[in-house]
């Protein structure tokens, strides 16, 4: 007989007895992987430099307005003004625009074209926290991303005043106002694209999808609402009345809300109480405001609830 060379090791295995964060803790991974994957962190430098190259090209047009109104404010005639807080969403809204379609189907369409959505459901997750997860996550940065602008060009306007102090004190309705208009903003330019991202794996399809309704929209929405007729009424070398007669005539104000890219920007101008400039906008004005508001809504809920059911169905 022979003795056995079989040995016993303590290894110290004890039993966890620390906090269980459970899905609360779930929730916060998926958060923080969610504003990581939309960063670009921890992946390539390619992927990093997409999402700063946007931050950089909306930031833009706040810091030149910011130093126009410090350097040549005081030389403008008289009754020409700067573009402001009620003017800067339409002039980065397309922007905005393409960087949540190229980016916001990343955090869905990677999970489902790798086949991981089951391993999130393992932990104490369901799918509507993978769900409310994604959208969160790409909110907080898209509304970072708006409202950034909007603060640089705020103390751009300040600082070059001549009182700092008494223009804030004249101006500080603008805060809220650009706040509320920005989370508008935020909320479509979120929703839209991930919608759609949750019915496919392919990040490029979806992104093309996005850009194009987009494009599609305004596209059609602009010819609808076009000029037929512009008359034009001059007295003394000024003009003091244009009148313009769509192609579509009067039902034109309601062909103006198939610019889904515009819903945001219309209910801005009501918040700002700011008179439409062009002429798709001028259409949509000549509506009671209910309606571009319940149409805003429904670009909103519509995707949102189509989003949730979609992973609800597909939940293990």
């Known amino acids: 007989m022979t003795e056995s060379d ?24 998926l958060f923080v992987n969610g504003v990581r994957t939309s960063l670009g962190l921890g992946r390539s430098t390619t992927a990093k430099l997409l999402p700063f190259a946007f931050f950089a090209a909306i930031m833009a047009p706040a810091i030149l307005l910011a130093l126009g109104a410090s350097t040549i404010g005081d030389t403008l005639t008289p009754g020409a003004e700067l573009p402001g807080h009620a003017d800067y969403y339409q002039i980065v809204s397309l922007l905005i625009l393409i960087f949540s379609a190229i980016i916001a189907p990343e955090l869905l369409c990677s999970d489902r074209r790798n ?55 004249d101006n500080w309705l603008d805060i809220p106002r650009f706040l509320a208009a920005g989370a508008i903003v935020a909320l479509l330019t979120t929703t839209i694209p991930l919608a759609v991202a949750g019915f496919t794996s392919r990040r490029a399809i979806a992104s093309v999808f996005v850009i194009g309704l987009f494009v599609v929209t305004i596209s059609v929405a602009n010819i ?13 070398g000024q003009v003091v009345e244009e009148r313009c007669e769509p192609l579509t005539g009067s039902a034109a104000k309601w062909l103006g809300l ?59």
């Open 6 to 29: 079989g040995q016993l090791f303590d290894l110290g295995y004890q039993h966890y007895e620390g906090p269980r964060e459970g899905r609360m803790r779930a929730r916060k991974a």
């Open 115 to 169: 086949r991981v959505l089951s391993l999130y459901m393992v932990r104490p997750l369901t799918s509507t926290d993978y769900v409310a997860g994604r959208w969160v996550a790409f909110f907080a940065i898209t509304i970072l991303l708006v409202y950034a602008g909007q603060i640089v060009l705020l103390l751009g306007l300040a600082l070059g005043a001549d009182e700092p102090l008494t223009y804030l004190k």
């Open 224 to 236: 609808l609402v076009e000029c037929k007729e512009h008359d034009v009424t001059i007295v003394n």
């Open 258 to 316: 198939i610019d889904i890219g515009s819903a945001p920007i219309h209910l801005s101008d009501m918040i700002f109480d700011k008179e439409a400039d062009e002429q798709l906008g001028i259409e949509v004005a000549k509506l009671n405001n209910v309606y571009p508001v319940l149409w805003y809504l429904l670009w909103i809920l519509g995707p949102g609830l189509v989003l949730l059911a979609r992973y609800r169905r597909m939940s293990p």
